[in-house]
């Protein structure tokens, strides 16, 4: 039994040894000249405005469709609500007054596969005011 044991773990050295060989070597090729290297991006708006920032996320996704690049999004983050309670009467005297401010932040994401002059010229469009735009490139 010792011996048929032996038997198939050498069978199974042997087999999987030739299964790995018939594999060509993994090649590291580095981009030509004539190749642009494609990156992937993240595009990341903010804003207090929504319709501002939903034009400038509409103006950057039909500028990299038109170029056919690989796009994803808008995704649209939670708000943030930033609150702020004071009173009203700024010495404290008088009835217990307040007033309550809020600040909305939105926030969206657009992720593209492409080379970085292309996204040159997809930003180079006209943001609208408020918008707080900010371009990430994330390689491996």
């Known amino acids: 039994r010792l011996l048929t044991l032996l038997q198939s773990e050498v069978i199974l050295s042997i087999h999987s040894t030739s299964i790995m060989s018939s594999f060509a070597p993994k090649k590291d090729v580095a981009p030509s000249a004539d190749e642009q290297v494609v990156h992937r991006i993240r595009i990341t708006l903010?804003?207090?405005?929504?319709?501002?920032?939903?034009?400038v996320c509409a103006d950057?996704?039909?500028?990299?469709?038109?170029?056919?690049?690989?796009?994803?999004?808008?995704?649209?983050?939670?708000?943030?609500?930033?609150?702020?309670?004071?009173?009203?009467?700024?010495?404290?005297?008088?009835?217990?007054t307040w007033d309550k401010f809020e600040?909305?932040?939105?926030?969206?994401?657009?992720?593209?596969?492409?080379?970085?002059?292309?996204?040159?010229?997809?930003?180079s469009i006209s943001i609208e005011p408020g918008v707080e735009v900010d371009v990430t490139i994330n390689d491996r």
């Open 46 to 55: 903010t804003s207090r405005n929504v319709k501002n920032i939903e034009k």
């Open 60 to 96: 950057l996704k039909k500028g990299a469709l038109d170029k056919k690049l690989h796009v994803a999004g808008p995704v649209r983050l939670p708000t943030k609500h930033l609150k702020i309670t004071t009173r009203k009467a700024p010495s404290g005297e008088g009835t217990n």
């Open 103 to 123: 600040m909305r932040i939105h926030k969206r994401l657009i992720d593209l596969h492409a080379p970085s002059d292309v996204v040159k010229q997809i930003t």
